[in-house]
């Protein structure tokens, strides 16, 4: 190695050592005869000293040291003055006594410290300097710790590792496909997975039982905030086994997680029906960081002539405790917020339980104090709480509460990012209704197993089939979800039936698998983590993009090498493809 | 679980234990009053007895169950009269008191055993049953551990695993490119990773110091027998070190690999100039489990007026070590295959060493006794032994000479598939001439570092220009290569020139690289070793298939899935191409 020790490693213990270290050029100072330098490494950062009374023309060199140069020294390990408590390697420095640039640098093009100058765009052009700030470099350290954890735990309870194929067969199911033309097979291409869905469905037919793969899946969507192309997932099959076991194994891989990588010991993670999550919180990945449930009020409101109450399907609303004194300018703030088109809602209504115990809302015209008592009793408030109310057609009025309480929980600070509140959501619906095609879409895919009590329903309403599904929700996001699937031959059969698929169709896409469920399937279920967006929480960010070395933008580039871009004319020859642009 | 106890843990001590388990029917037979059925899942097999007397409804149940039906018993752990000693679980079996089909099994288009009927085709189809069988489902298992056994060395040495991108930009260096069109950047397309290159060499100049990535890439190029289009690499990366140091490192990964996963505890691993492999073995990956090194004839030989020799420019030979007494239609054996077209040698030289110390050659017109001496010394052979000679133009007849070798390794049964001998080999060429394009190429790749001491001469004489670059060969195959890169963007523009890149194209590729470069880059270098090829040679296979769950045919197809596939004119459409088969 060019170097005996790294720059994060030598302390008060090293005194006097000879040591040679290399690194980056943090930043350089001089004081009188002196050159300070700050060199850092992946580990950390130690000072050089050059004194010019030691050796003037070493001094000399260091002083043409710029920003980011790659250097060599030699030297020996001294206690300092002035002291950096705050810092492994704070107390000692290096006396440099022999100095080596390995390679000069230009200045960079933004600041190469925790908090940068750079905008995003510039960021990601210049990814590979970027990825030297310590912020973003300990995020790909703690996605490495967490993928090592990963493995370790599913290998200690026997699970395989097994690579599936990346060049597969596209399928009309889920989200676009990337595809990929086939030279050999002119005409025909190869598709990206979404997920190695059927490949560890096979697996399970093949006996493996135990099966886990990080592995990296990838969707043509157009791109969200915070969607990426590619990204990556710890998926994971087990066979002999139902629900319960899957759940039992991987809330103990999420606290195995939290404990060796966080140091936080999880309570058992609660467990929610799908149905109450909508009916308390709006959402099927409710953040149950706060309380701040749903109350449904129909029951009280309705009937007294306030035309708004009286017209709508719902009237829910929440507590927002200690809120009494908000302003009007503040009431009018959450009011634009679930105005806004991507809430869409039409208004709010609130009710004030003021600390002197009297109660106001903002339809006193149409509610006396004892009605308001009701309200008042209904959501148990206490002098100084604040009630919101909302009205409207059910599905959409719950998920504009439910935006309106994340509003407030940031707003009260219930949402820290180092309170970790994780959650088994249940029992989905297995088919969902879509209003562009005009059918059923199975909700987590389809070969999600229906309960067994509710397949009778499928033919006579199959919107409420629940399915054997169930999403593992941390503090409001999804982080994984999976079910048990179908092992049968009729029944997988039929589930293709009601998703619009001819039999012609099902055999064409799905064949092999159908095939294979009638040579001796198991009964099987697995899960699947985003393990992009897990980083994310572990990481305390709000993106995915910051815990993935080399993202891309929303347009789909890659800025820094500049992909996509087009390829030569012989490559399309041979592909026997034309580009119609 | 379903089940309480794997079909491959219980012994004689758990007699009496009520147990549950689940798997497959391996087979059954009946005996008198009883039916015994051969239970197997991942973890072995277990016998279940059915007996007429305690219940002849259940037996009568048994005795419909078929191959591969798929059961879950609960029983009773009892000792059996007729032991198995070499099973684990050979001294039991369960009595059982229930049993349920969990699912049928049609028959099995072949037979699920150690050895099959079914042909490579038939398997291929109905790869998820072929997996099954004991050797198949081991090599996956034997690549899972080697896997973790690979992460957990360069874990413990700091390496940080990072995944680098699978959609990148397609590059006119190296092998043909799987692309992928982008439909948000009509026109343009994506480029499947032949390597992470460049990306590892990014992670080094922002200091990641120690990369690895076991990762997937991809080539799209004709299939030989054992290529397949995607791949996996053990992809490593170091920063701040020099040749020496990657040696040394992954030396010991391999000898860590042989220790933990085959028990096998490896000799320091030797080391070999490029030079001499090709001098002495007559390829850059020698089988070094067996000498019969090249000797060079051309002082003894020629001058003698034998024309064969004389025109030649190399005359070379083997020891065959006690073969004096193959027969005329062994050595038209050995001629005749090196007369294949794929060795395409002309003839083949011999002289036997007798057990009564005699010379005799097929060349005797043209050698005497004095002559016959001197090559006999040049081999320093023994009576009995054989000399075979080859001559013709050095490469050509060298490589030819290495199959002979190879052949003969073969058949004196010196190449057993459980002695290992990895050997380094060092200093390859920096470029070779390529015919077709009549230009060099980058043996390596275009980062590949030249040794500093030859940079002169690459003006002059670029195909004497040694690289810093290293192969690891185990048993005759490479498993991994790697080179000391270039970190300097004048001597990669240098290298970009003699490769034939204009200016601007080696911008346009690389642009971001040799930028980079200049932001400062540290001294690096790295390996990737072929997994499959690893996981196979630790599996005494001949080929990569066998170690991939779902590999493709030569066709590059998956006649499992199906894949590739047309897709929908939809599509295309989206994509903005159109196939012109």
């Known amino acids: 190695m060019l170097r005996t020790h790294t720059c994060g490693e030598l302390t008060i213990n090293d005194l006097n050592k000879d040591v040679t270290l290399t690194g980056w050029v943090q930043k350089s100072r001089d004081l009188g005869g002196m050159t300070f330098v700050d060199m850092r490494d992946r580990y950390g950062i130690t000072q050089l000293t050059f004194n010019s009374d030691d050796n003037a023309e070493l001094r000399a060199q260091a002083r043409e040291l710029g920003r980011e140069f790659v250097i060599r020294v030699a030297g020996k390990v001294i206690e300092r003055s002035n002291k950096n408590l705050k810092m492994n390697t704070g107390e000692i420095e290096i006396k440099v006594a022999k100095l080596e640039l390995l390679n000069a640098a230009k200045l960079p093009p933004f600041l190469i410290e925790d908090e940068t100058d750079g905008g995003d765009d510039l960021r990601l052009k210049y990814r590979y300097l970027d990825l030297r700030r310590n912020p973003v470099r300990n995020n790909l350290v703690l996605r490495h710790k967490m993928a090592q954890e990963v493995r370790k735990y599913l290998d200690g309870l026997d699970f395989i590792e097994v690579e599936t194929p990346v ?87 999420i606290r195995q997680l939290f404990k060796n990588v966080k140091g936080v010991e999880l309570a058992e993670v609660p467990r929610m029906q799908y149905a109450d999550a909508m009916r308390l919180y709006g959402s099927d990945k409710p953040d149950t960081r706060f309380d701040m449930q749903f109350v449904e009020l129909n029951d009280i409101v309705k009937g007294v002539g306030f035309p708004v109450f009286d017209s709508a399907e719902l009237v829910i609303g929440i507590n927002a405790k200690g809120c009494a004194e908000y302003t009007r300018k503040q009431i009018d703030e959450l009011t634009d917020f679930i105005k806004r088109p991507q809430i869409g809602a039409t208004g709010l209504i609130y009710l004030r339980h003021g600390a ?226």
């Open 167 to 253: 060049l597969i067969k596209s399928t009309p199911e889920g989200a676009r496909d990337f595809v990929v033309p086939s030279r050999m097979n002119p005409g025909e291409f190869y598709a990206l997975p979404q997920s190695p869905q059927t490949f560890k469905q096979l697996l399970m037919v093949s006996g493996f039982d135990r099966y886990f793969q990080i592995v990296k899946c990838f969707r043509d969507e157009d791109l969200r905030a915070d969607r990426q192309p590619e990204f990556t997932q710890i998926d994971c099959e087990m066979a002999f086994i139902e629900q319960e076991d899957i759940l039992n194994v991987f809330e103990g891989l």
């Open 356 to 581: 002197d115990g009297s109660l106001k809302s903002s339809v006193d015209k149409f509610y006396n104090e004892d009605e308001l008592k009701k309200w008042s009793a209904a959501f148990n408030t206490e002098p100084g709480d604040l009630i919101l109310i909302m009205a409207g057609q059910t599905d959409k009025v719950r998920k504009q509460l439910s935006e309106l309480r994340l509003e407030m929980g940031n707003r009260l600070g219930l949402r820290d990012k180092n309170v970790y509140a994780p959650l088994w959501v249940l029992d989905f619906p297995l088919l969902e209704w879509d209003e562009e095609s005009q059918r059923y879409h199975a909700m987590h895919h389809p070969f999600t197993s229906p309960k067994p009590e509710d397949i009778a329903m499928l033919d006579t309403n199959p919107g409420q089939v629940r399915a054997n599904a169930y999403d593992m929700v941390v503090n409001g996001t999804e982080v994984g979800g999976g079910s048990i699937r179908i092992h049968d031959r009729d029944l997988q059969s039929l589930m293709f039936k009601h998703l619009g698929f001819t039999v012609e169709e099902a055999q064409k896409q799905f064949g092999f698998l159908l095939d294979a469920f009638e040579y001796g399937a198991p009964p099987h279920g697995g899960i699947a983590f985003g393990f992009d967006r897990l980083v994310s929480i572990f990481a305390g960010l709000d993106s995915i993009r910051d815990v993935i070395a080399f993202p891309k933008n929303n347009s789909g580039r890659d800025v820094m090498i500049d992909s996509p871009s087009t390829i030569a004319d012989e490559q399309l020859k041979e592909l026997k493809i034309k580009t119609t642009v």
